[in-house]
């Protein structure tokens, strides 16, 4: 009697992992409803002007729209883009974008909503893009006084909102593909002669990889921190000219998830990866998957270095004074 209940266990054991396999490569994605990115702004040529009408205009309606934005808009913040519906869409400045040599675009992952946008999953500021976005800029102020740097955050696409088959899949990093294309592109028209940093964080990087071949020559540099993939098996079938840069935390529990691609499921090798192709660095101090953008941090001081074109003085893992190593 033990040894079939043994054999039963395992035969529904089986039975389970071969259902949870089947849900996750045949069932379709989430719908993609409603907004398909941000709308609204679509500048001319070094025309600064219309960021103050854009910011005046999402601050307005961050103020009708109520709590938890309205708090956010009377600080005297400046919001490229701002739709509260479904899970929202927004969009955050730091710094003076009109004159920026240098744009940084920080592509969020799992579980961010525009309403969690400032104070983070669980209300763990480390995890917000607000907050990351904000540490960014001024550690890159703090390095080059007198450089002209932006960072945004943005939050244009529709994020899985839990680590399941809609993080698994890439129907939602595809629609924000190419949102992020549309964003870029109006980037290198306000700024033509700037340099444009992607950084993906988790899934971000999944949007982003997606991207890549699509982006304007502007964009010089993708980063990618807690990674699970970015849709490619090498840095080579990106199709970009651009630099591509991983760090991942030997703490993070994203290196847990396994390296596949089938029928839309998987997000291909990890870039961090032996082999890929990028250029991996140093990620010393980030003791989870979340604060890749935390002050003190290696990893936010190599992404600072990055941002600023300072290439040759990022660092690799295990090494704060040596130059970041390929993977491959």
């Not at 949102?179 to 990087?205: C, E, M, N, Q, W």
């Not at 082999?275 to 002050?295: K, Q, W």
Request: hydrophobic fraction near 45%; glycine fraction near 12%; aromatic fraction near 8%.
């Amino acid at each position: 009697m033990r040894r079939c209940w043994k054999a039963l266990s395992a035969a529904s054991a089986a039975s389970a992992v071969l259902l949870a396999l089947a849900l996750l490569l045949f069932t379709p994605g989430a719908a993609i409803a409603g907004q398909s990115g941000l709308a609204g702004w679509h500048p001319d040529s070094g025309d600064a002007a219309a960021l103050t009408r854009t910011y005046d205009a999402n601050r307005l309606a961050m103020q009708t729209a109520g709590a938890p934005y309205a708090q956010w808009a009377g600080q005297g913040r400046q919001f490229l883009a701002f739709d509260p519906r479904g899970n929202g869409r927004i969009a955050e400045v730091f710094g003076d974008l009109g004159a920026a040599d240098r744009i940084a675009v920080l592509v969020p992952g799992v579980a961010t909503r525009a309403d969690n946008f400032s104070t983070g999953l669980g209300d763990v500021p480390g995890r917000a893009p607000a907050v990351q976005a904000r540490a960014l800029y001024d550690a890159a102020y703090a390095a080059a006084p007198n450089q002209h740097v932006a960072v945004i955050a943005w939050l244009g696409y529709d994020a899985p909102q839990s680590v399941g088959r809609d993080a698994a899949r890439e129907e939602l990093a595809r629609a924000g593909a190419i949102s992020l294309d549309r964003f870029a592109k109006d980037l290198a028209t306000l700024r033509p002669a700037s340099s444009i940093t992607v950084i993906g964080h988790s899934y971000g990087s999944v949007v982003a990889g997606l991207a890549a071949a699509d982006l304007p020559s502007q964009v010089k540099d993708f980063v990618v921190v807690g990674s699970p993939g970015m849709g490619v098996s090498r840095a080579a079938d990106l199709h970009t000219s651009a630099n591509i840069w991983a760090g991942q935390s030997v703490h993070d529990w994203i290196d847990w998830l396994p390296a596949f691609q089938v029928w839309g499921a998987g997000h291909g090798t990890m870039p961090a990866t032996p082999g890929f192709g990028d250029r991996v660095f140093g990620t010393g101090g980030v003791t989870d998957h979340d604060h890749y953008l935390a002050p003190g941090t290696q990893s936010l001081s190599n992404i600072v270095k990055i941002v600023l074109g300072r290439d040759s003085s990022v660092t690799w893992p295990d090494s704060p004074a040596t130059p970041g190593q390929a993977s491959g």
